[in-house]
C-alpha cells in the first residue's frame, strides 16, 4: 500500500538531482558550445561566411557604441556645445541683412 508513496517519494527525490545535473550541464555545454557553434558553422564553413559574420558584427556593434557615447556626451555637455546654441538671443535689430 506504500508503493506509490515511495515511487513518489523516489521520483521527486531523483527527479530533483536529475534535474539539477541536467541544468548544470546545459549550462556548461551551452556556454561553451557557442564558440564552438560558431567556429565549425560560420568561421570554417566558408570565407563568404566568415567575412560577412565579421562586417556585419562591426557595423552592430559600431552603431551601437557611437550611439552609446554619443549620447554620454550630450548628457555631460549639455548646453556648452555649438548646436545647443540658441542664436536668435544674439541677433540685433541694426544687423543688416544682405
Same mark, same amino acid.
Given at each position: ?6 515511487? /513518489? ?18 549550462? &556548461?555545454? &551551452?556556454? &561553451? ?12 564553413? &566558408? ?5 560577412t ?12 557604441y ?13 548646453? /556648452? ?5 540658441d542664436?536668435? /538671443?544674439? /541677433? ?7
Open positions: 500500500h506504500n508503493f506509490p508513496f515511495v515511487v /513518489k517519494m523516489f521520483a521527486t527525490r531523483f527527479g530533483a538531482r536529475v534535474q539539477k545535473q541536467a541544468v548544470a550541464q546545459f549550462a &556548461s555545454r &551551452s556556454a &561553451s558550445s557557442l564558440p564552438t557553434t560558431l567556429y565549425q558553422n560560420v568561421w570554417r564553413k &566558408s570565407n563568404v561566411l566568415y567575412i559574420y565579421v562586417a556585419t558584427g562591426c557595423l552592430v556593434l559600431g552603431s551601437i557611437g550611439s552609446v557615447v554619443s549620447f554620454i556626451w550630450e548628457a555631460n555637455n549639455r548646453g /556648452k556645445l555649438y548646436h545647443h546654441i542664436w536668435t /538671443k544674439f /541677433k540685433s535689430e541694426d544687423d543688416d541683412e544682405e
